[in-house]
């Protein structure tokens, strides 16, 4: 059997890399041979979010779009399709329809609320209004996240299944040694430009934390600097080779989100990804979360800014909490968000599609 994925983005992309890529060893040793092909390459990544150079990235833009089409004129010797949020960045979803003329399967699979309006009215011309809702009417089989993008979906299509966005635990694995005794404790944030705002909620929380605490705030990927009055603070840009050495050095994680429609479209995958290397943390509970962590058990929830102060202030003050916290949090991600969890309901998924099945409605 032999499947081309179409992606936006490289494995530099969170969303590809967990919903595509790291599942590829596991397809191709269930006999799925894949072939995947990114919009973007490394360099167009680079400069679509990291400002400037208009011209060069107009440039790759074009060259990048008649790859595409490249892509697509060798589509019909697969056996089935597979589309991660989608074909091309602009426009209605010419390729998806073409693909689907094609008349072999198309799965479907989307990990945010990309169904929801464009943040300006350019972005939105530039992209047609009801793309989304289009593709997974058009797919033979719709893969989401959670519940929240199943109900979405299932208004479209009646096959759409669940599968959680997961972590190989093989990977992801506590530090093997501890830091020394006499070291400030670490609250870390791992994010990028966009969720900044987020954290910047807390600052008012992180700044009475310090009056009375000894920690360092680590602040990962928010591509500006963020200081509060009184928080020593250590700020780095996001890398792929450093990303699970991040995670590890973390004596505490946050994830704080805000409360709008696009949160509840959020996979929790940094929760997820804390608990994982063995990290306590304190999440907002919005959409997912509230399945992701049971609250006081393998994590804690947080809405309000004396919420935050009080539960950050008992993972700082009690390192046997934050042990076994810690324990249960991996316990929990290796039953419901490993890679090995996961896995063989995508290589059913595929083959069932591709056989014709029908999932038989929206389930996790």
Same mark, same amino acid.
Request: hydrophobic share 45%; glycine share 8%; with cysteine.
């Given at each position: 059997m032999r499947v081309l994925f179409f992606v936006p983005h490289t494995a530099l992309a969170a969303g590809a890399r967990y919903r595509v890529y790291q599942f590829l060893p596991y397809l191709q040793a269930a006999g799925i041979d894949c072939t995947v092909r990114a919009f973007t390459s490394p360099e167009l990544y680079g400069l679509l979010y990291g400002g400037g150079h208009?011209?060069?990235?107009?440039?790759?833009?074009?060259?990048?779009?008649? @790859?595409?089409?490249?892509? %697509?004129? #060798?589509? #019909? @010797?697969?056996?089935?399709?597979?589309?991660?949020?989608?074909?091309?960045?602009?426009?209605?979803?010419?390729?998806?329809?073409?693909?689907?003329?094609?008349?072999?399967?198309?799965?479907?699979?989307?990990?945010?609320?990309?169904?929801?309006?464009?943040?300006?009215?350019?972005? @939105?011309?530039?992209?047609?209004?009801?793309?989304?809702?289009?593709?997974?009417?058009?797919?033979?089989?719709?893969?989401?996240s959670n519940q929240h993008l199943a109900g979405f979906s299932s208004a479209y299509n009646r096959n759409v299944e669940i599968i959680p966005t997961c972590i190989d635990m093989s990977v992801f694995v506590p530090k093997p040694c501890a830091r020394a005794t006499n070291a400030p404790l670490r609250i870390g944030w791992i994010g990028s430009h966009s969720t900044a705002k987020y954290l910047e909620r807390l600052g008012l929380v992180f700044s009475r934390l310090a009056a009375r605490?000894?920690?360092?705030?680590?602040?990962?990927?928010?591509?500006?600097?963020?200081?509060?009055?009184?928080?020593?603070?250590?700020?780095?840009?996001?890398?792929?080779?450093?990303?699970?050495?991040?995670?590890?050095?973390?004596?505490?994680?946050?994830?704080?989100?805000?409360?709008?429609?696009?949160?509840?479209?959020?996979? #929790?995958?940094k929760a997820i990804q804390y608990m994982a290397v063995g990290v306590p943390s304190v999440s907002s509970p919005v959409g997912v979360m509230n399945e992701? %962590?049971?609250?006081?058990?393998? #994590?804690?929830?947080?809405?309000?800014?004396?919420?935050?102060?009080?539960?950050?202030?008992?993972?700082l003050s009690d390192a046997d909490l934050r042990r076994r916290m810690a324990e249960r949090g991996r316990e929990a991600v290796? @039953?419901?968000?490993?890679?090995?969890?996961?896995?063989?309901?995508?290589?059913?998924?595929?083959?069932?599609?591709?056989?014709?099945?029908?999932v038989g409605g929206a389930h996790g």
């Open positions: 208009e011209l060069r990235r107009a440039g790759l833009i074009l060259a990048r779009s008649l @790859q595409r089409l490249k892509d %697509v004129a #060798g589509a #019909g @010797q697969f056996d089935a399709f597979f589309v991660y949020k989608e074909c091309f960045p602009f426009g209605p979803p010419l390729i998806e329809e073409h693909l689907k003329s094609l008349g072999k399967p198309l799965i479907y699979d989307f990990d945010d609320a990309i169904f929801l309006p464009e943040s300006t009215r350019l972005r @939105q011309r530039l992209r047609s209004p009801d793309k989304v809702a289009r593709i997974v009417t058009l797919a033979d089989r719709v893969i989401v605490f000894d920690f360092e705030l680590h602040v990962i990927g928010a591509g500006r600097t963020l200081r509060f009055p009184g928080v020593r603070s250590v700020e780095r840009a996001w890398r792929l080779e450093a990303e699970v050495g991040e995670f590890q050095d973390l004596d505490i994680g946050v994830y704080p989100l805000g409360d709008s429609v696009w949160e509840l479209g959020k996979a #929790g995958f992701i %962590v049971r609250d006081g058990t393998d #994590g804690f929830l947080a809405d309000s800014d004396d919420e935050w102060f009080d539960k950050l202030s008992r993972l290796e @039953q419901r968000f490993s890679l090995s969890a996961n896995a063989p309901k995508l290589v059913e998924a595929i083959r069932a599609t591709v056989a014709g099945r029908a």
